[in-house]
């Protein structure tokens, strides 16, 4: 069923991608922008774990290449092991293996092994898979010795015909690989680069397995540097778990943490949604739908990316006004060069509607007449479009760093949830600001001063809005003379003046504001009157629909399905995930399990395959024996809607009733 689902998937994104390169529905201008983001997109992908690669590979040289001859005999049995924690978000730790490897391919050692739990259920079949693994790259061999590798019969798999074509291989090494071997100026040490074994699942290993591999390598460190990474979903405690003290004490382990999975999507957001040079946006219901999905599904950010890339494909394929979704400089030249169809498309969105009802009444008319007015009022709307952008990030980040450390976080603990707070509807609106703002009138001064000076540092790193942090700067200026002071300077009274403030109604006897308080009421109404001024809701701005993705309904149904309900569309309309009609009832065209499909919908209780195998045969239009016939009811039955009976050895019993 699982697998129903993700074809369902790369079917819409393949339909999407074939209507993507129609010139009729979309532009190339379209199709540019697509491939340079997507592989944007790719690029942030490979560098989301690049910290904790580095320092694996850093490990790797230390105890592989950069080892003294001391240190390689005084390491005996034991083998460096490396933890690497990698969280919960199991569709994304293949993408990093993959990068591990590459980068240690390429920068350490070509001895790279991975091996996976369900191929190596025995020690023979994982040092069998190490050995094919190894011997199979002929990194350093030449081509006689490759085919001699590939003879390699399986009762040879052992260890110690390992150490035999590794000592031949590493021979050649220093030639194949010079700079690898530059350091290791010892003659006593072996001329070696080290053997790398990834376990990608280390969980799933049966640990008996692991342990008796364990015990074999650990025999035979002084002729094979090995070296292990363990994948690791869980915790460290995994690790003993599995390994008794007589095993684990042989590995010589480091733990290495990857950044959580909610660190790896703030990074996407950063990077691509919350970016004002990245002109494709989101609507806050499409965001909530890939949030949600990552959040209660998968937690992997590629499976996030894809939807992201999904959203830009159906915005680009449904939006004929989407050329108009790139750069400011090109959007501004495709403005001028607008088709008279396209003028009319921009007179019919909502948000250009509701501009043109705010103009004076001569202004109506030339906007819906005029088509040259108009395409230079879009000029402007483009400017203020992507001013827009490059003024809402810088304070909804200074916004999120003033109240992400309130307690309870009122405005979310997260950016993401303040952004679409701000995109859907009028923040300053809500109970949730009024609470964050009293909230903030009670801040201490190093906690205010703290924060005023991390919103000045992300203005200065934007090099926009110069008039609002050289008014943080002032702030932080009077916080820091004589004007906030812990020593506080107050008038000198007589006595008159001493009686008559005793006699005051009780309604005025309240506490006079030091300056720190005065001041500290400046800086909220400053922040207030930013936060109404730059942080007003998407929808507002006139030709938003350019840029904003908001059909949440489409991205749910393609992403977010139902296994059950995938399926039976699928076998019952095959061309629905095609985005086709099927213009009639069973086409030939069709695929051999959903015609048997359709069969088994009109059938009873059971029916027989030799009464159906003919009617197969004439729907299909072909002459051809019952193999394929006998391998779709074989698919009908692995998918659960049928299973063999024992009343007649050629008939089959339904198993799902009401239509499907």
């Known amino acids: 069923m699982g697998n129903c689902s993700n074809e369902h998937r790369g079917t819409s994104f393949s339909a999407s991608a074939a209507s993507l390169s129609n010139p009729l529905i979309c532009s190339s201008i379209n199709t540019f922008f697509f491939l340079d983001k997507y592989i944007f997109s790719q690029v942030i992908q490979d560098q989301l774990n690049k910290k904790v690669l580095d320092s694996l590979a850093e490990f790797i040289k230390k105890h592989g290449l950069g080892c003294s001859s001391d240190n390689w005999r005084q390491r005996a049995r034991e083998i460096p092991t490396a933890a690497l924690m990698l969280g919960v978000n199991v569709p994304d730790h293949a993408m990093t293996f993959r990068s591990l490897c590459n980068l240690l391919q390429d920068s350490v050692t070509p001895f790279v092994v991975s091996v996976h739990a369900k191929e190596c259920a025995a020690v023979k079949l994982l040092i069998q898979k190490v050995l ?73 290993f049966n640990s008996q397995v692991l342990q008796d591999f364990i015990l074999i390598c650990s025999r035979y460190t002084q002729e094979l540097p090995f070296i292990f990474i363990f994948g690791i979903a869980t915790s460290p405690s995994a690790i003993q778990h599995r390994l008794p003290h007589s095993v684990s004490s042989l590995l010589c382990i480091e733990v290495f943490h990857s950044l959580s999975c909610t660190q790896h999507l703030a990074s996407v957001f950063d990077k691509l949604i919350l970016n004002s040079q990245f002109p494709f946006k989101l609507s806050s219901r499409v965001i909530q739908v890939l949030v949600g999905i990552f959040l209660y599904h998968d937690f992997s950010v590629q499976n996030f990316v894809k939807g992201l890339q999904f959203s830009m494909l159906e ?98 603990k997260h950016i993401r949830e303040l952004h679409v707070s701000c995109i859907e509807k009028n923040l300053w609106e809500t109970e949730e ?35 609002v942090l050289q008014q943080l700067e002032d702030f932080i200026d009077s916080s820091g003379n004589g004007i906030i002071s812990g020593k506080m300077e107050y008038q000198k009274t007589d006595l008159f003046q001493l009686q008559k403030t005793l006699l005051e109604k009780e309604s005025r006897r309240t506490k006079r504001m030091n300056p720190f308080e005065v001041l500290r009421s400046q800086v909220i109404e400053f922040i207030d009157s930013l936060v109404r001024e730059y942080l007003t809701p998407a929808e507002l701005q006139p030709l938003n629909e350019v840029c904003y993705y908001s059909s949440s309904g489409v991205l749910r149904q393609r992403l977010n399905v139902t296994p059950r309900t995938s399926i039976q569309a699928a076998l019952s309309h095959p061309f629905y995930y095609f985005l086709k009609t099927d213009a009639g009832t069973i086409s030939s065209a069709a695929p051999d399990l959903c015609i048997v499909y359709k069969l088994h919908l009109e059938c009873g209780l059971s029916f027989s395959n030799i009464v159906y195998k003919p009617i197969f045969l004439i729907c299909i239009v072909l002459n051809i024996d019952s193999a394929r016939f006998i391998q779709a009811v074989s698919e009908m039955e692995f998918l659960g809607f049928i299973k063999s009976t024992k009343q007649k050895t050629d008939h089959v019993a339904r198993l799902t009733w009401g239509g499907c």
């Open 132 to 204: 094919e693994q190894l011997m199979g790259r002929g990194v350093s061999v030449d081509e006689e010795q490759e085919d001699d590798t590939a003879l390699l019969q399986r009762t040879q798999c052992t260890i110690s015909a390992l150490c035999q074509w590794y000592k031949t291989v590493t021979k050649k090494s220093t030639q194949v690989f010079p700079q690898r071997t530059e350091s290791l100026t010892n003659s006593d040490f072996p001329q070696s680069l080290p053997v790398v074994v990834i376990f990608k699942d280390f969980e799933a």
């Open 315 to 412: 915005h680009f394929k449904s939006q004929p006004l989407s050329m108009l979704c790139c750069q400011k400089q090109e959007a501004l030249l495709s403005a001028k060069t607008l088709s008279k169809k396209n003028v009319e498309r921009i007179r019919h969105l909502p948000s250009f509607m509701r501009y043109v009802e705010t103009q004076e009444p001569q202004e109506q008319v030339r906007l819906l007449t005029n088509d040259e007015h108009v395409k230079e009022v879009c000029q402007k709307l483009l400017k203020n479009l992507h001013k827009y952008h490059k003024n809402y990030y810088p304070i909804l980040q200074c916004l999120h760093s003033l109240t992400s450390s309130l307690p309870k976080f009122p405005l979310g």
């Open 433 to 467: 600001y009024d609470s964050a703002l009293q909230l903030l009138r009670i801040l201490a001064k190093d906690e205010l001063v703290a924060a005023l000076r991390k919103c000045a540092e992300i203005l200065k790193s934007t090099k926009i809005l110069q008039n």
